[in-house]
């Protein structure tokens, strides 16, 4: 059982019911010589308290922090795999704007709007302008002095000189994004790899040797381990970057270095008999970075008591309707009465629309019958046939709609409703929990229960680094 921490104020009515106990007739009231000494008393209490209690913190790799954290660290750590500095070793490059053939010295120093400092480690020279009619210089190469994760700069961001140079406009532009600088390893970050180290010993080149080593490697936050993946003797590494969060969960979590990485499992985990060749080797480990995997999901949802659809009846439309407001059909519809609800799924070439309409009329005329709807169809309806038609409930309008609100903004597309179906994900796709997806439309009246159920995994690294990605999926159709 955890020890109980009382408050100040727990600690002052503990010394009155002192009081009252051995003295009952000794009066506790505001301001009485008793009730006095019971504030002084109380706070000291407290105070001596407060310290047993940061004693108490400091002795668990749990709840120590700060110096507290790095004391735990400098007994179960090698040296090189204590805390991680920040680093300032970020570099890229910069557009210059001014009069040609302007030199501009080496150690010249800018400034961004947050503080931080850069400098150009050697001198643009007169060669290295272009020559009219431009009057800029790319390519200059910029490195920070300052440190921090806050150093890194995109593309298009703008630096100012500290100093003006005459010829040389004081706004400079990144040309090519100066990346890589980190901040120091967080306490969070410390203890997580603290506990790894010491819930899997490294020894005997297990996995848990490979995790420890990997994320002792300064940009390295998190380390995935595949043992046996390539065959025997082989095991996969999968390194993630500092930063990572769900605000954040791609770009700059790639921060690790991998040849440090490498270089760092070759020294001190590589069995001697294991031949490395190319990196990554078939014969030992590989080290990489997670690949993004585009998912399918499956989302079943259960309407609730009163929100059944009209009719048990199911349809299959056949082919496109001579009207946009004509619907063709194989089975028998003349159980359908107007103002019945049917969920269609449209197909216009690129996108699957999901749409709920509403009967005008329904009309027996063998072999497909037809269905007249009061909402008028896109223009480009093919293909129906993989779609159907399926009766829809009253509250279908609303699950349609709640589903598709989350895939507003996903890449490519815009938020238009012939847009909004889930595409296939680019390079860098846009994620979405799958709780964002069951939340908003568990939340609908008119939904009982809902699943959402993703495919089979195998067992290819691919698979497994699934889970690496904060438990999120890159969505390609539902």
């Not at 420890?212 to 995935?224: E, L």
């Not at 964002?436 to 959402?452: H, K």
């Not at 993703?454 to 904060?470: C, E, M, Q, S």
Request: aromatic residues 8%.
């Amino acid at each position: 059982m955890g020890i109980t921490w009382p408050t100040l104020e727990e600690m002052k009515e503990r010394w009155d019911g002192w009081y009252r106990t051995f003295f009952p007739n000794v009066s506790t009231a505001r301001g009485s010589d008793a009730w006095l000494e019971g504030q002084a008393m109380s706070k000291m209490a407290y105070l001596v308290q407060s310290r047993i209690k940061a004693v108490y913190a400091a002795m668990f790799v749990t709840t120590a922090s700060g110096d507290d954290l790095d004391r735990h660290a400098a007994v179960w750590l090698p040296l090189d795999k204590r805390r991680q500095a920040a680093s300032g070793t970020t570099s890229g490059q910069m557009t210059f704007y001014g009069t040609n053939y302007t030199p501009i010295p080496a150690n010249t120093r800018l400034v961004g709007d947050d503080g931080n400092v850069y400098e150009l480690p050697t001198a643009v020279v007169a060669g290295d302008w272009p020559g009219p009619p431009l009057s800029l210089v790319t390519d200059v190469e910029i490195r920070s002095v300052s440190t921090g994760q806050s150093c890194n700069k995109s593309v298009g961001d703008t630096l100012t000189l500290v100093s003006p140079i005459s010829g040389i406009d004081d706004e400079a532009v990144v040309h090519t994004a100066l990346a890589g600088a980190r901040d120091e390893e967080t306490d969070d970050e410390l203890r997580e790899r603290l506990l790894d180290w010491l819930q899997y010993p490294p020894g005997g080149g297990n996995w848990g040797h490979y995790l420890n080593f990997a994320q002792g490697v300064g940009g390295c936050a998190r380390a995935y381990v595949y043992p046996l993946y390539r065959g025997l003797g082989t095991v996969d590494v999968v390194c993630l970057g500092t930063g990572i969060t769900d605000d954040a969960p791609t770009g700059s979590r790639f921060s690790a270095d991998e040849n440090l990485v490498w270089d760092e499992l070759d020294e001190e985990v590589r069995p001697v008999t294991a031949d490395l060749g190319l990196r990554p080797s078939l014969g030992a480990s590989g080290v990489g970075d997670p690949t993004a995997q585009a998912e399918p999901i499956d989302i079943d949802i259960a309407p609730a008591s009163g929100y059944e659809a009209d009719h048990a009846l199911s349809f299959t439309a056949v082919t496109p309707c001579p009207t946009t407001t004509s619907l063709e059909v194989t089975a028998d519809p003349t159980a359908l009465t107007k103002g019945d609800r049917l969920l269609i799924n449209i197909y216009d070439g690129t996108y699957w629309i999901p749409m709920v309409v509403t009967v005008v009329s329904a009309t027996a005329a063998p072999p497909n019958h037809l269905i007249e709807i009061e909402e008028t169809l896109p223009a480009l309806v093919i293909d129906v046939v993989a779609a159907g038609v399926q009766p829809a409930g009253p509250g279908t309008e609303g699950q349609v709609e709640a589903i598709l609100s989350l895939f507003d903004g996903l890449t490519p597309g815009d938020t238009t409703p012939a847009t909004r179906r889930p595409v296939p994900s680019p390079a860098e796709p846009t994620d979405l929990l799958l709780a964002d997806i069951f939340d908003t439309v568990q939340s609908l009246a008119s939904v009982l229960n809902m699943t959402i159920t993703l495919p089979a995994g195998d067992t290819t690294p691919t698979a497994a680094k699934y889970l690496i990605r904060n438990e999120r999926v890159y969505i390609t159709y539902i």
